[in-house]
């Protein structure tokens, strides 16, 4: 299978787009076509997930993307059960008639990142081991993806991690998992700024390709298209664990934010997985919601973006949009291009409410996108934890409320699974606003919130964060395998 990118350019081999992130030419790699899975594959693939568990699926799906003789032994070391607690890796469990839970964050830092995070650490240390070489990961963070991205790199060989947090923006949970980490390799750096700040500083290293290649800059934030492909995976385990037959269409519920989770689960849709609706849930930050609704993409300034009780999702720009967009006007590159690459960079906007390909995307693709409020989170927290004593996170609670909303106008039907994007431990506050009592601490996490903090203060700008990295980078990034 080869990639290619949003804007064009020659297709790649998968080991070249794993280091690379972002295209050279500014867009997001996507596989080249989407293999087709029938339903005798399905049927077969329920079999491998009762056999061989989540890994022996992991390496069904991944090796119809990758080409590579050591998948199944990556497949087998990330998702493990020393790493995920049990083989099944993503277990499903029913709430209702209608709703199922897929648990998809039981990985070492309770959030559903470590899904593909656990994977992405060892195909980098693996590429890298066959290169001979060693890279330097750059990422931004609103919270989850920084600390599975720390997590699944610590003790590879060959890898350090800079990655930037917007200060004061995360729950205390998720500051102390990532700030607790004192390792010579991970640098922790909180930005005075919101998420997009951030990411707006990692893309500016990221265009400086001088820069980039001397100190062999990469990057595991969402734009990762190998992190695409392994979310993927779990797409075809919560159907096949949610659906007695390999037929029946079940919508999947899915918070939003980057708009990472819910493109893996509309490319399991385009290899033929029966995915009905896709339900995009936002919080207050309700760009992906107006777009979806009216074909106007307004991306909102960091100042305009709120800070919420679902932080994860406190995004105003969505930067996996572009691939799905890619597909709407089927794949031509140079529309693509046009619209965020020169529309969205002149006016901060685009509109495609009178492209006929928009106005017939719910038929095609079927997203169907819906908001959540502090006070609708709460009370579907409460609401599960009274009536059915299923306790969920603030993430996960905007998803099943924009389901339930959804349902009840009659917009969608039949069942859905709901994604579980992370453990209510990790928002103590909320959950206990919602219900009056503190979340349980998984035995995994004890103690983590005293632990001593790590991290670097940083002013919002590209070039000194360009000069802090020069400096704490190692001089021959090829020799530092000291970790
Ligand atoms: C990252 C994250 C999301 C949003 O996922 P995207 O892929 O960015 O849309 C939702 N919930 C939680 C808990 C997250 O960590």
Redesign the pocket.
């Known amino acids: 299978m080869r990639f290619i990118s949003t804007r064009g350019g020659q297709p790649q081999a998968f080991s070249d787009v794993l280091l690379e992130g972002l295209a050279a030419d500014g867009g997001l790699y996507v596989p080249g076509e989407y293999p087709q899975v029938s339903a005798a594959d399905l049927r077969a693939w329920r079999g491998v997930l009762a056999d061989e568990g989540y890994a022996g699926l992991a390496y069904r799906v991944l090796k119809l993307f990758i080409d590579d003789p050591d998948l199944r032994s990556l497949c087998d070391a990330a998702y493990s059960e020393a790493n995920f607690g049990e083989a099944v890796v993503a277990p499903v469990s029913q709430v209702d008639d209608d709703l199922y839970l897929a648990h998809l964050?039981n990985g070492p830092t309770a959030?559903?990142?470590d899904m593909a995070m656990q994977l992405l650490g060892r195909l980098f240390e693996h590429e890298l081991a066959r290169r001979g070489t060693t890279l330097n990961v750059l990422g931004a963070t609103?919270?989850?993806?920084g600390s599975a991205a720390e997590y699944a790199m610590l003790g590879r060989a060959g890898i350090t991690v800079a990655m930037l947090t917007p200060a004061g923006r995360m729950s205390d949970f998720q500051q102390a998992q990532m700030y607790s980490i004192d390792d010579p390799a991970i640098a922790n750096i909180a930005v005075d700024g919101v998420f997009d700040e951030c990411q707006d500083l990692v893309k500016a290293v990221n265009m400086d390709a001088e820069f980039k290649a001397t100190h062999r800059i990469g990057a595991v934030n969402?734009i990762n298209v190998a992190r695409l492909l392994a979310q993927v995976v779990y797409a075809f385990a919560a159907y096949l664990q949610a659906s007695a037959d390999e037929t029946t269409p079940i919508g999947f519920a899915?918070?939003?934010?980057?708009?990472?989770?819910?493109?893996s689960a509309y490319v399991a849709k385009r290899m033929g997985l029966p995915v009905g609706d896709l339900i995009l849930a936002t919080n207050e930050n309700t760009v992906l919601a107006e777009f979806f609704a009216t074909g106007a993409y307004r991306p909102r300034s960091a100042a305009a973006t709120y800070a919420t009780s679902?932080p994860?999702?406190d995004?105003s720009k969505?930067s996996?949009l572009e691939r799905f967009i890619f597909d709407l006007v089927e794949r031509d590159a140079s529309r693509t291009t046009d619209l965020f690459g020169r529309q969205l960079v002149a006016s901060g906007h685009f509109d495609l409410s009178g492209d006929p390909r928009f106005q017939a995307q719910r038929d095609t693709f079927g997203i169907v996108a819906g908001t959540s409020t502090h006070g609708d989170r709460l009370a579907t927290i409460k609401a599960l934890w009274q009536d059915r004593g299923v306790l969920i996170?603030p993430?996960?609670a905007d998803g099943v409320h924009v389901a339930k909303t959804l349902r009840a106008s009659g917009t969608i039907s039949g069942p859905v699974i709901a994604y579980e994007?992370?453990l209510p431990v990790?928002f103590a506050a909320t959950i206990k606003e919602a219900i009056g009592q503190a979340p349980p601490i998984p035995p995994r996490f004890a103690g983590i919130e005293g632990a001593p903090r790590h991290v670097v203060p940083m002013a919002g700008d590209a070039d000194a964060l360009k000069a802090w990295l020069a400096d704490w980078l190692p001089a021959d990034a090829a020799v530092r395998v000291d970790f």
């Open positions: 964050s959030a559903f990142k609103s919270g989850d993806t969402s899915v918070p939003t934010g980057n708009f990472g989770d819910i493109m679902s994860s999702m995004i969505a996996n996170d993430h996960t994007t992370a990790k």
